[in-house]
């Protein structure tokens, strides 16, 4: 089943700087290997494109089931000189909630928020 | 030695809430209760004040708000403060906490301030380049407003071992506020990486208060936290070898669990094996995580790595100004009325010759947040706010936006919603840039009063 990255995982975005880092962390073990697999940090960087302008690095934390997206060039300039009304950046960690994944179907009671779920 | 040592957050950032201090001043059973206040451009903007406002002490504007909610319960428990209030004038603050004391009640009391951070003087001989960008720090000399290094535990450690009760800073790097009192109990070595890793990590966890304990971090329907109204800060119970419960008080709302501390660990991180500190190298990849009890996680096995010969020091300059404002407009159409009014605002901004470095103007509920990854063809929304905004060399310019908005009253399109302009719609740009010292060219101080 195709869902959206907010069934999967959890986000929180975090500023230095002109880089944001944006945390992925799935709500299961089952889940993260799929996760990993398809949020690519060259899929990130194409998923954010027209915000972040620099390079997208990942970092992993397996048995956390974790990831750490390290976006360069994500906050118009830093903070101070930033045009955007969240100059910290505090909601990108949001954008991501929109990926598409690809979930086996016996996992689907592993998801989270199943209400909001379209299938 | 104590078995454990209770750590407690008194504030994350200077806005933060002072209630969830005064409780854990008062129901945490503390050892220590540790404030941070400071944001990245936080010294500069004070420097930027104390220029224009004689009367402006240098520290924390809330300084007086704080001490006077926890010094009561925190003299009754014997537990002492550690505090980044300082800002600019860590001595003032240390006598205006001294004189909280002496009305309290309390005599003997010792409260060391502790200064070296600030070396804007001195910064470009001690610096060479821009980390950001490559260049000298040299090109910066026009536009310095100040320059501080993040100062780790080691003077807060010195001061405790003189006896100080409550000890008051400039900058310090914010998990070095936390693992102060934990080298200081714990007598543990400056060189002794893995011990200062581990502590360092916990101060990670704990400097950003609530946000470990379910602040910035509910989503409803996927992650719910039981009242979100009540949050407090949280409570690290640390062992001798720095492996730690985080806990909070009773009571509250809010939670601890796997998810907020895994959100927290990596929080501002980059990579997770090499969180640079003054103190030590943190590495997280070790963490283990392990839920200890309700709204209790205990974080063991966190590693460090020799600390840098060098230690970080933030650069702010005045670059400039950004003018902002707002209209907005609602109901049938409301986005064909925004779309011309951008039009009319940049055609307008062509007419004063508006001289801008950028110039933004976004529909607010279309993708002023999110900008140029917004989805396209989203509905209509019912409301829209068009929010403009400039960033220009001088005030002169930036003041063109407010002014131009001004003219969408009388001047503009039909059903504009507009405010009364009864604010300062500029704001002076203090950049922040960092760049690196050599660490025993900084020799912090320590001065003690009494009360």
Same mark, same amino acid.
């Given at each position: 089943?195709?869902?959206?990255?907010?069934?999967?995982?959890?986000?929180?975005?975090? #500023?230095?700087?002109?880089?944001?880092?944006?945390?992925?962390?799935?709500?299961?073990?089952?889940?993260?290997?799929?996760?990993?697999?398809?949020?690519?940090?060259?899929?990130?960087?194409?998923?954010?494109?027209?915000?972040?302008?620099?390079?997208?690095?990942?970092?992993?934390?397996?048995?956390?089931?974790?990831?750490?997206?390290?976006?360069?060039?994500?906050?118009?300039?830093?903070?101070?000189?930033?045009?955007?009304? #969240?100059?910290?950046?505090?909601?990108?960690?949001?954008?991501?909630?929109?990926?598409?994944?690809?979930?086996?179907? #016996?996992?689907?009671?592993?998801?989270?928020?199943?209400?909001?779920?379209?299938? | 030695?104590?078995? !454990?040592?209770?750590?407690? =957050?008194?504030?994350?950032?200077?806005?933060?809430?002072?209630?969830?201090?005064?409780?854990?001043?008062?129901?945490?059973?503390?050892?220590?209760?540790?404030?941070?206040? &400071?944001?990245?451009?936080?010294?500069?903007?004070?420097?930027?004040?104390?220029?224009?406002?004689?009367?402006?002490?240098?520290?924390?504007?809330?300084?007086?708000?704080?001490?006077?909610?926890?010094?009561?319960?925190?003299?009754?428990?014997?537990?002492?403060?550690?505090?980044?209030?300082?800002?600019?004038?860590?001595?003032?603050?240390?006598? !205006?906490?001294?004189?909280?004391?002496?009305?309290?009640?309390?005599?003997?009391?010792?409260?060391?301030?502790?200064?070296?951070?600030?070396?804007?003087? !001195?910064?470009?001989?001690? /610096?060479?380049?821009?980390?950001?960008?490559?260049?000298? /720090?040299?090109?910066?000399?026009?536009?310095?407003?100040?320059?501080?290094?993040?100062?780790?535990?080691?003077?807060?450690?010195?001061?405790?071992?003189?006896?100080?009760?409550?000890?008051?800073?400039?900058?310090?790097?914010?998990?070095?506020?936390?693992?102060?009192?934990?080298?200081?109990?714990?007598?543990?070595?400056?060189?002794?990486? &893995?011990?200062?890793?581990?502590?360092?990590?916990?101060?990670?966890?704990?400097?950003?208060?609530?946000?470990?304990?379910?602040?910035?971090?509910?989503?409803?329907?996927?992650?719910?936290?039981?009242?979100?109204?009540?949050?407090?800060?949280?409570?690290?119970?640390?062992?001798?070898?720095?492996?730690?419960?985080?806990?909070?008080?009773?009571?509250?709302?809010?939670?601890?669990?796997?998810?907020?501390?895994?959100?927290?660990?990596?929080?501002?991180?980059?990579?997770?094996?090499?969180?640079?500190?003054?103190?030590?190298?943190?590495?997280? /990849?070790?963490?283990?995580?392990?839920?200890?009890?309700?709204?209790?996680?205990?974080?063991?096995?966190?590693?460090?790595?020799?600390?840098?010969?060098?230690?970080?020091?933030?650069?702010?300059?005045?670059?400039?100004?950004?003018?902002?404002?707002?209209?907005?407009?609602?109901?049938?159409?409301?986005?064909?009325? =925004?779309?011309?009014?951008?039009?009319?605002?940049?055609?307008?901004?062509?007419?004063?010759?508006?001289?801008?470095?950028?110039?933004?103007?976004?529909?607010?509920?279309?993708?002023?947040?999110?900008?140029? &990854?917004?989805?396209?063809?989203?509905?209509?929304?019912?409301?829209?706010?068009?929010?403009?905004?400039?960033?220009?060399?001088?005030?002169?310019?930036?003041?063109?936006?407010? !002014?131009?908005?001004?003219?969408?009253?009388?001047?503009?399109?039909? &059903?504009?919603?507009?405010?009364?302009?009864?604010?300062?719609?500029?704001?002076?740009?203090?950049?922040?840039?960092?760049?690196?010292?050599?660490?025993?060219?900084?020799?912090?101080?320590?001065?003690?009063?009494?009360?």
């Amino acid at each position: 089943m195709r869902v959206l990255l907010q069934h999967v995982a959890h986000a929180r975005s975090g #500023d230095k700087g002109n880089t944001s880092n944006i945390s992925v962390i799935a709500y299961d073990p089952e889940l993260y290997p799929y996760l990993k697999e398809q949020l690519t940090a060259e899929r990130f960087k194409a998923f954010y494109s027209g915000v972040v302008t620099g390079a997208v690095n990942r970092y992993v934390i397996d048995h956390l089931w974790a990831m750490n997206f390290v976006a360069q060039g994500a906050l118009g300039g830093g903070v101070s000189r930033s045009l955007c009304l #969240d100059n910290y950046g505090k909601s990108l960690s949001a954008r991501v909630l929109a990926f598409e994944l690809d979930i086996p179907d #016996d996992l689907r009671s592993r998801l989270r928020g199943l209400s909001e779920l379209k299938n | 030695m104590k078995p !454990r040592i209770r750590v407690g =957050a008194g504030s994350a950032w200077w806005g933060d809430r002072i209630e969830p201090a005064a409780l854990n001043a008062k129901q945490g059973n503390l050892d220590y209760l540790c404030f941070e206040t &400071m944001a990245e451009a936080t010294i500069s903007a004070a420097q930027v004040r104390a220029r224009r406002d004689p009367t402006f002490p240098g520290y924390d504007t809330y300084l007086d708000d704080r001490m006077q909610a926890v010094l009561p319960a925190c003299l009754e428990r014997g537990t002492k403060i550690i505090s980044n209030q300082g800002w600019i004038n860590p001595e003032g603050a240390a006598q !205006r906490i001294v004189h909280w004391l002496r009305e309290f009640g309390a005599r003997g009391v010792k409260v060391a301030a502790i200064s070296g951070s600030l070396i804007t003087e !001195r910064a470009l001989e001690l /610096t060479d380049t821009i980390l950001e960008n490559g260049k000298p /720090t040299s090109s910066l000399r026009e536009n310095l407003v100040s320059a501080e290094v993040y100062l780790g535990a080691e003077p807060i450690v010195a001061a405790l071992q003189q006896g100080a009760n409550i000890v008051v800073s400039g900058r310090v790097a914010d998990p070095s506020i936390f693992m102060a009192p934990m080298m200081f109990e714990f007598g543990w070595d400056a060189l002794d990486h &893995m011990r200062l890793g581990r502590g360092n990590g916990i101060g990670h966890l704990m400097e950003c208060g609530a946000q470990v304990t379910g602040g910035y971090f509910a989503d409803p329907g996927f992650k719910d936290v039981p009242d979100p109204w009540n949050f407090a800060f949280p409570i690290a119970e640390v062992e001798p070898d720095g492996n730690a419960t985080l806990s909070k008080v009773a009571g509250t709302g809010g939670a601890i669990n796997l998810m907020t501390v895994k959100e927290q660990l990596l929080y501002e991180v980059h990579d997770p094996a090499n969180y640079i500190t003054p103190d030590v190298v943190v590495d997280f /990849t070790t963490a283990q995580l392990e839920q200890a009890g309700p709204d209790r996680v205990r974080v063991t096995n966190l590693s460090g790595k020799p600390r840098t010969p060098t230690l970080k020091v933030s650069i702010g300059c005045t670059e400039g100004f950004i003018g902002e404002d707002m209209f907005f407009y609602a109901g049938p159409g409301a986005l064909r009325r =925004a779309q011309l009014a951008k039009k009319i605002l940049e055609e307008r901004f062509k007419i004063v010759k508006l001289q801008a470095e950028e110039v933004r103007i976004d529909f607010l509920g279309l993708n002023a947040i999110h900008g140029a &990854m917004s989805p396209q063809n989203q509905p209509e929304p019912y409301e829209i706010a068009v929010r403009v905004a400039a960033r220009c060399k001088t005030r002169e310019e930036a003041v063109k936006v407010g !002014r131009e908005v001004d003219g969408m009253a009388v001047s503009g399109i039909g &059903m504009t919603g507009k405010r009364v302009p009864h604010q300062d719609r500029t704001r002076e740009i203090i950049g922040v840039w960092s760049s690196l010292v050599p660490r025993e060219k900084i020799k912090p101080t320590i001065q003690f009063f009494e009360s």
